[in-house]
């Protein structure tokens, strides 16, 4: 399984940006796919997931009421809409395939994308 990773960028406070990850390779079975950021000499800190086989969304309280996860199931691609975005969001985004285990913990991931830079200027 691959996942690519996009979207990424430097933009102000206040502003927007959707990231995508596009997965391929071997057909799974029931998944879900989340969204973690790494800041520098910080943890790797969930955002947010979703289910893949009905949608079901699920979010930070960092992020809840500024970001929405989406999913094209004939693209095979996951999307995270960021809104008024904050210089506190600013880190490497990575998008993750989970096949069992707790949601919000990275560790329950079994593959990865190879990250994605998102820079908030204030």
């Known amino acids: 399984v691959q996942l690519q990773a996009s979207g990424g960028g430097l933009v102000q406070a206040g502003g927007s940006l959707r990231l995508s990850c596009a997965v391929s390779g071997r057909t799974l079975g029931r998944y879900s796919m989340g969204w973690f950021r790494q800041a520098p000499g910080k943890e790797r800190e969930f955002v947010s997931a979703i289910n893949w086989s009905d949608g079901s969304p699920f979010y930070a309280d960092s992020v809840k009421g500024r970001v929405a996860i989406s999913r094209d199931n004939a693209k095979n691609t996951m999307y995270l809409q960021m809104n008024s975005l904050k210089p506190e969001d600013t880190a490497v985004y990575y998008c993750?395939?989970?096949?069992?285990?707790?949601?919000?913990?990275?560790?329950?991931?079994?593959?990865w994308g190879q990250g994605t830079q998102v820079t908030v200027s204030s």
């Open positions: 993750a395939v989970r096949l069992s285990g707790f949601l919000r913990d990275y560790r329950s991931y079994d593959y």
